[in-house]
């Protein structure tokens, strides 16, 4: 069954840096997107991408957060100046037309 | 501001009988409802998702809604341990571009 990929699982990074988190969305898919979840808590939406570029983002989706899809087929997800309160699990998931969202196994964030 | 809420649980069912999970939400123009199953430490895993025209079943999930009093539910018949996970509900959010969650209900199946 066609499974959506990312890496790393697990990322601890010092406050401040920059992370990358990477997706491989399935590959008929034309709707992806990320969503955050910290511990314990709802699931968050961040940002959706459609046709090369973003078609919705949330509040917490500031200055602080891209995204992109350098070469057709991955799809990242970069903060800068990582602060605590970034420490969540972050996951990518992308959709076809008209069907239900497949999800990463995800990326736990980790901001020491 | 768009909500979807859920019972935390847990809720407790016996191996065998159907387990109930229900999901309210408050936009009325909703007209996609997600149920997804997450597993402590795991990411969500789509069960099914219906639209605002009907209900579903398939193999032992059932999904309903009742637009009127919009909530959706869940069923899960011949409930097994292995069913034990939190149930997340989501909607589509007003530009459908995005789901909106509710936080959970965590279902425990006894032997």
């Known amino acids: 069954e066609p499974e959506v990929t990312q890496t790393p699982s697990h990322q601890v990074t010092q406050m401040g840096q920059e992370v990358i988190l990477r997706c491989v969305p399935i590959?008929?898919?034309?709707?992806f997107y990320w969503y955050r979840q910290i511990l314990g808590q709802k699931v968050e939406f961040l940002v959706s991408f459609y046709n090369n570029e973003i078609s919705e983002k949330s509040e917490i989706f500031d200055d602080q957060f891209s995204v992109e899809r350098p070469d057709g087929s991955n799809f990242t997800l970069k903060i800068r100046s990582t602060k605590l309160e970034d420490s969540a699990m972050y996951f990518c998931?992308?959709?076809?037309?008209?069907?239900?969202?497949?999800f990463g196994s995800g990326t736990r964030l980790t901001v020491v | 501001q768009k909500e979807v809420e859920q019972n935390s649980g847990p809720l407790s069912v016996p191996e065998g009988a159907i387990a109930s999970l229900n999901c309210t939400y408050s936009?009325?123009?909703?007209?996609?409802f997600f149920w997804y199953r997450q597993y402590s430490g795991k990411s969500p895993e789509l069960i099914m998702f219906i639209y605002s025209n009907g209900d579903k079943e398939d193999g032992r999930f059932t999904a309903q809604l009742n637009k009127a009093s919009q909530y959706v539910s869940l069923l899960i018949r011949d409930s097994q341990p292995s069913d034990s996970a939190t149930y997340l509900c989501?909607?589509?959010?007003?530009?459908?571009?995005?789901?909106?969650w509710g936080a959970g209900t965590k279902l425990i199946i006894k032997p």
């Open positions: 936009d009325r123009g909703s007209q996609s």
């Open positions: 989501a909607v589509n959010g007003p530009s459908n571009y995005q789901l909106i």
């Open positions: 998931a992308s959709r076809p037309t008209g069907g239900g969202y497949t």
């Open positions: 590959s008929n898919h034309l709707y």
